[in-house]
């Protein structure tokens, strides 16, 4: 639409019903004869309405009392909605996100030599997970030391308080 169609508009869109001002007046006189015979609204009061009133009340508030309300949200409702609902992220987030499993194949060698040097385990206890089956399968390293040989490291290289004190 072009502005200068909406500047030179003529007419104002209202419109009166047909023969509204033909039959004005007289609808008019008739709604003033109306009121003028008219003085009561139309509407009554039961005859002793309000002196039984106050007991109407007072027996609906009592037997409201006997009324058990049922609440349509309870925390016990929620609580089941709440574990329904975890359970379902759970199972979709362990489905979609299967790894395959650690074994110690896939296991760093680094991060098991560092898993060992920095908790502090005691021989007995890395000794403890093996049976002898394991232990005969491992082949030690022989370079040909002699006990001679690592003798003589020990008392050239090693202080006699450090190996007392282990």
Known sequence: MSTNKLHNIKETGFKVPK????SFE????NELKLKEITTDSGFKVPDNYFDSLEDKIT??????????????????KAAYATAIAASL?????IYFNQKSPVTIDTIETASIENYILNEELETTEI?????????SDVQLIHDGFSSESIENYIFD??????IIIK
């Not at 023969?19 to 033909?22: A, G, K, M, S, T």
């Not at 007289?26 to 006189?29: A, K, P, T, V």
């Not at 027996?59 to 309870?74: G, H, M, R, W, Y």
């Not at 290289?157 to 450090?162: C, K, L, T, Y």
């Open 157 to 162: 290289n090693v202080e006699i308080e450090d």
């Open 26 to 29: 007289d609808n008019f006189l």
């Open 89 to 93: 992220v759970l199972m979709f987030n």
């Open 59 to 76: 027996s609906a508030v009592n037997q409201e009392k006997d009324i058990k309300v049922v609440k349509l949200v309870t925390w016990r």
């Open 19 to 22: 023969d509204y001002f033909e």
């Open 127 to 135: 000794a403890s997970l093996f049976n002898e089956e394991d232990l």
